[in-house]
């Protein structure tokens, strides 16, 4: 396998039980061949989808120190992810970190962890919803959900089935806030549920990647898809080509999650599947290597 030096910090939440956030983000990307710094912004004792009474600890404070100490032993990173924020302080500290890590080629990843299914999640407020999304317009690649993409556009929630021009003109207007790259999953059409994606730098045409519905709401999937996307990007995928495999991959994950899970709020069973995951991304880089 040839060696292509990835790097990622993740700046995502810690939840202890209950797959997601760092939990997923670190073995996915390992398993796309990604060398992966985390930086949590908040330690929990398990998500917040679906159980009640968990601890909260919020690390605002420690977020600058960490990301100066990484600057001073020379650090570099392919890639800045951000994810779940523990405060709306966290949003403005998020991009100062940006800005302290990132060099000229550095991929800036935002996924705007907000809410779901129109409503926005229990820990997060109408002061860092707007944070975040003055993250989103400095980055480089944005994937939110549609619940998500409602609270950064201003507009209202769009529930079921959609045409694809009602899709393109969400990722448009998301691009439009800044990233050269949007992402929009838990798209409904013909169906069939999904992620279509636009590139402005590319194909300039949003590209759509369906799959049956699985019944149920799966806790961590979207960290999941996000990682994977991410980890597709890092391995020189086109964005089309990433989506497609992160569709692919959390959609077989699901099944399993389905199958074999006795309370899916624990989240997604996909470490049986990274071995498969690992050989797509060698299959691309060697594929890679032999058109180069």
Not at 93 to 99: D, G, M, Q, S
Not at 110 to 138: F, H, N, Q, S, W
Not at 251 to 260: G, L, S
Request: aromatic share 8%; with cysteine; proline share 5%.
């Amino acid at each position: 396998m040839p060696y292509r030096e990835m790097s990622c910090a993740a700046i995502h939440d810690l939840s202890g039980v209950g797959k997601c956030s760092l939990t997923v983000a670190l073995p996915v990307l390992s398993a796309c061949g990604v060398e992966t710094a985390a930086m949590p912004t908040a330690v929990l004792s398990t998500h917040t989808g679906g159980f009640t009474g968990y601890t909260f600890r919020d690390l605002t404070g420690d977020l600058l120190p960490i990301a100066e100490h990484w600057k001073s032993v020379g650090a570099g990173f392919s890639a800045l992810y951000s994810g779940f924020l523990g405060s709306a302080e966290q949003a403005d500290i998020v991009a100062a970190i940006f800005r302290m890590l990132a060099r000229e080629d550095t991929l800036v990843f935002v996924d705007p962890v907000l809410g779901d299914g129109g409503k926005l999640y229990t820990t997060i407020t109408e002061e860092l919803a707007a944070g975040m999304a003055r993250l989103c317009r400095g980055a480089d690649v944005i994937a939110p959900n549609m619940t998500e993409a409602s609270f950064l556009l201003g507009a209202p929630y769009l529930d079921g089935e959609l045409e694809p021009a009602q899709v393109a003109k969400m990722l448009e207007a998301l691009c439009q806030l800044g990233p050269k790259m949007a992402v929009l999953t838990g798209v409904r059409m013909n169906g069939k549920l999904g992620a279509a994606c636009l590139d402005t730098q590319g194909p300039g045409q949003p590209e759509f990647w369906m799959k049956e519905e699985i019944p149920g709401s799966y806790h961590g999937t979207g960290d999941l898809f996000s990682s994977i996307l991410l980890g597709g990007l890092l391995n020189g995928m086109s964005l089309g080509c990433a989506c497609r495999v992160a569709v692919e991959f959390t959609h077989k994950v699901i099944e399993t999650t389905r199958r074999y899970s006795p309370d899916i709020r624990f989240g997604p069973k996909f470490e049986v599947h990274l071995p498969e995951l690992s050989r797509v991304m060698e299959t691309f880089r060697q594929r890679d290597k032999r058109d180069a």
